[in-house]
């Protein structure tokens, strides 16, 4: 199925997710046989699943809907389907794994929705036995959750801005160049300043992270995205039950600890006038402030079904 994908040239996580999506939905009879073609979304099923590729990859029939993407499909799929739909901001990194704590905050808080290239989990400790110890011994990086989070990202934002591929960024030293001689933004500041003839300093590049994640979190103001949209997604059936409730507040705290840290008004997450100017982009706060506030987000508009290309030769 992986190489299937290849050849359609679709990513397998999405793929993978909007099945999987299919596939409970299907079990839990919100969607049956006469929705799918026919065809049995039943777990063991292998051979409709790789039809389902197929009809995904070409937009035939059901394949057509379910191309649109888990937080799509749903919607199409109407009944009670978004309570499956383990997604933020439309973006899914599959099913709701994790206790709340700074996973699904950096899920929550990700500019692009559920996903690990934003606030990646090497940065806690996992592939890097030896740094991260010293590191949380020395106080470089912090224990707690929100502050860990932000470093975190900073440290994610840097290789989109110096080209680095963060399919090879999977632990300190990969993602910040010799932080493990100079830590921790020592070594990229000293890096940048003999590239480029410009004086850096381990401030500047801090600030200058901070400034791209806060004009992303502009950005996404103003397509609508609220305080609600940096969601903890939670197992369909923890909700309405008393541990959804106390998940919900613990992560309503940390939510609320992480905009104050970041800059941004506690209430709905918009960066402040005051953040903004501190970053030299007054006239983002002029136009969040002369604009807002905006319609808020309910995802990409679905375009008529029957208007998309379908069909062509299998692979």
Aim: hydrophobic share 35%.
């Amino acid at each position: 199925m992986n190489n299937l994908s290849d050849k359609y040239g679709l990513d397998t996580i999405p793929l993978g997710n909007v099945i999987a999506f299919a596939k409970e939905l299907y079990d839990k009879k919100i969607i049956t046989k006469a929705d799918t073609d026919g065809l049995s979304l039943d777990w063991e099923e292998v051979d409709d699943q790789i039809e389902l590729i197929h009809r995904i990859a070409l937009r035939e029939g059901v394949g057509n809907k379910m191309a649109e993407g888990m937080f799509s499909y749903a919607k199409i799929v109407g009944k009670n389907a978004m309570d499956y739909c383990y997604h933020v901001k439309g973006l899914s990194r599959g099913p709701a794994l994790y206790p709340v704590g700074i996973f699904t905050l950096a899920h929550a808080t990700s500019t692009r929705g559920a996903d690990h290239l934003r606030g990646r989990s090497w940065a806690y400790g996992e592939n890097d036995p030896d740094i991260f110890p010293n590191w949380v011994k020395t106080g470089l990086i912090p224990k707690d959750a929100v502050p860990a989070l932000v470093l975190s990202e900073n440290a994610c934002t840097l290789p989109d801005s110096i080209g680095r591929c963060k399919g090879s960024v999977n632990n300190w030293p990969s993602a910040v160049p010799l932080s493990f001689k100079y830590p921790i933004w020592g070594g990229i500041a000293k890096l940048l300043t003999a590239l480029t003839g410009v004086e850096y300093s381990e401030a500047s590049v801090v600030e200058a992270m901070e400034r791209i994640y806060t004009i992303e979190r502009a950005l996404l103001i103003k397509q609508g995205v609220t305080r609600r949209q940096d969601r903890l997604v939670l197992p369909a059936d923890q909700l309405g039950t008393p541990e959804e409730r106390q998940a919900q507040e613990e992560h309503a705290r940390m939510l609320t600890d992480y905009y104050k840290m970041r800059g941004w008004e506690p209430e709905n997450g918009v960066p402040t006038r005051a953040t903004l100017e501190k970053y030299g982009m007054k006239y983002v706060a002029d136009e969040l402030q002369s604009h807002g506030p905006y319609k808020e987000w309910d995802g990409p508009p679905l375009w008529q079904l029957s208007k998309y290309p379908h069909g062509g030769k299998r692979a």
